[in-house]
């Protein structure tokens, strides 16, 4: 094992931890800002969704400064929304200027989730990618934990809990923007850029044996260099997998979980500090099966986890909906199937997309390419976490009908990686490209 690689890729990782962490903290907070700016359900959708739209426009303008500018530099403005994001969220008390500020945390969630996994992937070797890139989403499933801890822990403190259960996050987006200034550039940027002896001397730091190979190559796989286009037909299969994969990713209902589940389990007939307890246990089975997969997927590979998770997902998305169908108060089974649902999410999807996501394409168009397979996942998790509270308040089978949804999606999900996605596990990514039919 290469020592720096794996250092190198837990920083960058960071970023996944504050993605995650800006991703759930707002389940504590979301009814008490209902109540405190009396938000009609659609513009509390809204207000939730604020910070999800940011993500949709961070996540697919981040690609030309990531190609520009280098991945390094990137990520250290992203760590200074993250920070912005943080403090504003915590100190206002206008509603206008806290979607304004959610919205900052959003751009840099999308960014983050462009930038961070194709870092790890460009630096990581071919047999330690699959660990190294799945580390991004380990740090990821880590935040969503320690924000349902915290607001759970914070829920006691008084009328201004959420804004500490906001503000807490200015803690690792200052260690995060500290411990950016130890890691270097990423060596297929600097290869694209000719600067190959500063690649040549990290690709040998993080103990790729084939640096110079994969410089020759790198070089004629970037033939267009930094103005190759991604839509000239040559990347169709790439941008193909990595648009239906996003879309899937959000069609499970992950972030409607993850936004509202204190809402949810109010739904079920939990008193509020069982609402605010149960998603603890949602984040800690979310991180144990994040763990498992990690060790699993350079061993198992990418598809058979997806092909996994697909029939868990649908066996208890559906027991959830079929629970939401009928008189719900008081049903506790509500906890085992949600937590059911998010191992199997964990172990595949959750572990799976930014890994495939950031390996599909070549290195002259990954930014783009990682650009929008992020785009597509955030603007269909921003219909997603717009629309359930609008159905679930629309209705007395809102939570039955969104459930049933994400079910019949699942199995949609499970057709489209049986027959069509490619396996990518152990192969270098200029050998993901020759596969794909790229030259």
């Known amino acids: 094992?290469?020592?720096?690689?794996?250092?190198?890729?837990?920083?960058a990782a960071l970023g996944g931890f504050l993605f995650g962490f800006e991703t759930a903290v707002i389940s504590g907070a979301e009814k008490t800002i209902q109540q405190l700016w009396s938000l009609?359900?659609?513009?509390?959708?809204?207000?939730?969704?604020?910070?999800?739209?940011?993500?949709?426009?961070?996540?697919?303008?981040?690609?030309?400064?990531?190609?520009?500018?280098?991945?390094?530099k990137v990520l250290g403005i992203i760590a200074i929304l993250y920070l912005l994001s943080a403090i504003g969220c915590a100190l206002t008390s206008v509603w206008l200027l806290f979607v304004t500020f959610r919205f900052i945390g959003g751009l840099a969630v999308g960014a983050s989730s462009v930038v961070g996994p194709m870092y790890i992937s460009e630096v990581a070797p071919a047999h330690m990618r699959g660990r190294l890139a799945g580390s991004f989403q380990l740090n990821i499933v880590f935040g969503i934990f320690i924000a349902y801890l915290t607001n759970f822990l914070f829920l006691g403190t008084g009328e201004d809990s959420w804004r500490w259960m906001l503000g807490i996050m200015v803690v690792p987006a200052a260690l995060f923007a500290f411990l950016l200034r130890s890691i270097p550039e990423s060596p297929r940027w600097l290869v694209l850029n000719n600067r190959d002896e500063e690649a040549k001397r990290i690709f040998e730091k993080t103990g790729d044996l084939d640096a110079l190979q994969n410089i020759r190559e790198e070089h004629l796989l970037a033939a267009g260099g930094i103005r190759e286009k991604l839509f000239n037909g040559k990347y169709n299969k790439p941008i193909f997998f990595a648009v239906l994969l996003a879309m899937f990713?959000?069609?499970?209902?992950?972030?409607?979980?993850?936004?509202?589940?204190?809402?949810?389990?109010?739904?079920?007939?939990?008193?509020?500090?069982?609402?605010?307890?149960?998603?603890?246990?949602?984040?800690?089975?979310?991180?144990?099966?994040t763990l498992l997969a990690m060790t699993m997927i350079d061993r198992f590979g990418?598809?058979?986890?997806l092909i996994i998770g697909s029939f868990g997902m649908i066996l208890f998305l559906g027991l959830t909906a079929n629970a939401f169908s009928g008189d719900i108060s008081g049903n506790s089974n509500v906890l085992i199937y949600l937590i059911g649902f998010i191992a199997f999410f964990a172990f595949s999807q959750g572990a799976v997309i930014w890994v495939f996501i950031s390996e599909i394409f070549p290195n002259?168009?990954?930014?783009?390419?990682?650009?929008?397979?992020?785009?597509?996942?955030?603007?269909?998790?921003?219909?997603?976490?717009?629309?359930f509270p609008v159905i679930v308040e629309g209705s007395e089978k809102g939570g039955y009908y969104s459930f049933l949804f994400y079910t019949v999606m699942m199995f949609l999900h499970l057709i489209f990686v049986w027959k069509f996605l490619p396996e990518t596990k152990g192969k270098s990514l200029e050998e993901i490209q020759k596969e794909l039919g790229i030259k």
């Open 1 to 11: 094992m290469s020592w720096y690689a794996l250092r190198v890729s837990l920083i």
């Open 302 to 305: 990418r598809k058979k986890l």
């Open 249 to 289: 990713n959000q069609l499970a209902g992950i972030n409607a979980i993850l936004y509202y589940a204190p809402r949810i389990f109010e739904m079920a007939g939990f008193g509020q500090e069982q609402a605010f307890l149960q998603p603890v246990y949602i984040g800690a089975a979310n991180l144990l099966f």
């Open 364 to 387: 002259s168009v990954r930014s783009q390419g990682g650009s929008l397979g992020s785009f597509t996942h955030w603007i269909m998790a921003a219909i997603i976490s717009w629309t």
């Open 40 to 72: 009609s359900s659609g513009w509390q959708g809204f207000t939730v969704a604020s910070s999800l739209i940011g993500t949709v426009i961070g996540s697919l303008i981040t690609g030309a400064p990531a190609q520009k500018l280098g991945r390094k």
